[in-house]
């Protein structure tokens, strides 16, 4: 038993807020809290990209087009905020790309942090918690995470770290409990890496020097993964209080992640068909519908397919000689638990910040949509299991719940997360 010690905690937390006493590590404390809506972080769906996909100018320039996020973005109206409410759900996770806030001017910077005060109100109105999540954006050619937060020397650290400062003063502002800042998402260094412990402490430093009693949300390295928060010492962060800590989850990959785009590996564009759990399907017919999308491709040359092909024959027979079930996903959250438990930490207070899995639909060719839905189940199922509140990924795009147009709820994903069709 480390510093965390139940005790302790209690002790640490009353001292700070009101809000510090709905985050202390007693299980016992939990519902009575929750039910008073004292604080808003058991069941959450991330908001992707209502702050993101943005409008920078390309290189030399190091600004934004305003305003700098796309007009085509799917945005949640008041409206969407409320019916997500009525589905179960209690809190947003909300992923905002700091670029614009750090190549602005003062006058647009205000302009833009007025923006996002305008989304917290927003939430809160509707009933909902949020977690401001400052999740820097890797596509971009200047403000992107290795500028910002690959070690305290990075070119932008500093501004970046003052940003956080001023996020959580402003946030202090809002309904305590209700409001969170999660000042990194997935940091890339290794999971015992001493940089992203400096960096992690020297933002919640700054963040303490604005607010003494706003939530931060931490978490380790290895892109925020399981194997990240079992290697995280959370000893020095004591001193931080009040913390929620997180992880994300998206394992197998190669189901979770069949035919995204965005993955640099070959065996990701062609992937398609891959059942779950494994055992409702196999693997000759997954290899044909591999077969089929990569004759449909006329980007890639034939050698290139070849190549990926055979790469993708090997880690689908690996996939389905391990059969992996809901077993799998409760070995991978049980070191989460098991992190927790040895800690003194109350699995509460650990949260599932991410899960989800890229859907079958007019833009994407990967899950069939009824294996989607039991692997969802299967993970948030798993991790109330164990305690841990969560936060699906996404509310729009192809991982969504929610469509992008018509603000249709996907009756599937409700289903599977448990949640109930609002009236």
């Not at 007009?71 to 992923?95: A, N, Y």
């Not at 809901?326 to 989460?336: E, K």
């Not at 509310?395 to 009236?423: H, I, N, S």
Request: include cysteine; charge should be negative; aromatic fraction near 10%.
């Amino acid at each position: 038993m480390t510093g965390w010690s139940r005790r302790r905690v209690l002790r640490t937390a009353l001292s700070l807020a009101p809000a510090a006493v709905a985050l202390a590590p007693l299980s016992s404390a939990t519902p009575a809290l929750a039910a008073s809506g004292e604080w808003r972080f058991r069941r959450g769906v991330n908001a992707w990209p209502w702050f993101a996909l943005t409008r920078e100018f390309p290189a030399p320039r190091t600004d934004y087009a305003w305003p700098p996020f796309q007009s085509q973005r799917p945005v949640p109206t008041p409206e969407d905020l409320r019916r997500l409410r009525k589905t179960g759900l209690d809190f947003i996770r909300l992923p905002v790309d700091p670029g614009p806030f750090l190549a602005a001017d003062a006058a647009t910077r205000g302009k833009l942090l007025d923006m996002l005060d305008a989304a917290v109100t927003a939430t809160i109105d509707a009933g909902l918690g949020i977690i401001v999540n400052v999740q820097a954006n890797g596509a971009t050619h200047y403000w992107n995470p290795d500028r910002m937060v690959s070690s305290t020397a990075a070119p932008a650290f500093d501004l970046y770290r003052a940003l956080i400062g001023e996020l959580a003063g402003r946030l202090e502002r809002f309904t305590p409990g209700m409001v969170a800042l999660e000042p990194v998402n997935e940091p890339p260094q290794s999971c015992d890496s001493n940089v992203w412990s400096q960096i992690q402490l020297s933002l919640l430093t700054a963040a303490r020097a604005s607010s003494a009693s706003l939530p931060m949300v931490v978490t380790g390295g290895c892109g925020s993964m399981v194997s990240g928060l079992a290697a995280l010492d959370p000893e020095p962060l004591v001193p931080f209080e009040p913390i929620l800590f997180t992880f994300h989850f998206y394992e197998p990959y190669l189901f979770s992640h069949q035919g995204a785009p965005w993955m640099r590996e070959p065996v990701y564009r062609a992937l398609n068909n891959v059942p779950w759990p494994a055992s409702a399907g196999s693997l000759d017919a997954t290899l044909a519908s591999v077969r089929a999308r990569m004759a449909r491709d006329t980007e890639t040359s034939e050698a290139d397919k070849k190549a990926a092909y055979a790469e993708t024959e090997r880690v689908l027979k690996v996939y389905f000689d391990a059969r992996p079930d809901r077993w799998f996903i409760d070995r991978y959250l049980s070191q989460a638990r098991d992190w927790a438990d040895s800690h003194g930490i109350a699995p509460e207070r650990v949260v599932l910040g991410e899960f989800g899995a890229l859907r079958t639909d007019a833009r994407y060719v990967a899950a069939p949509n009824p294996d989607r839905a039991r692997y969802i189940a299967d993970v948030r199922q798993s991790a109330e299991s164990f305690g841990f509140p969560w936060a699906f990924w996404d509310l729009f795009d192809g991982m969504g719940m929610m469509d992008d147009t018509t603000r249709a709820l996907d009756p599937a994903m409700v289903e599977a997360l448990g949640l109930r069709m609002p009236e």
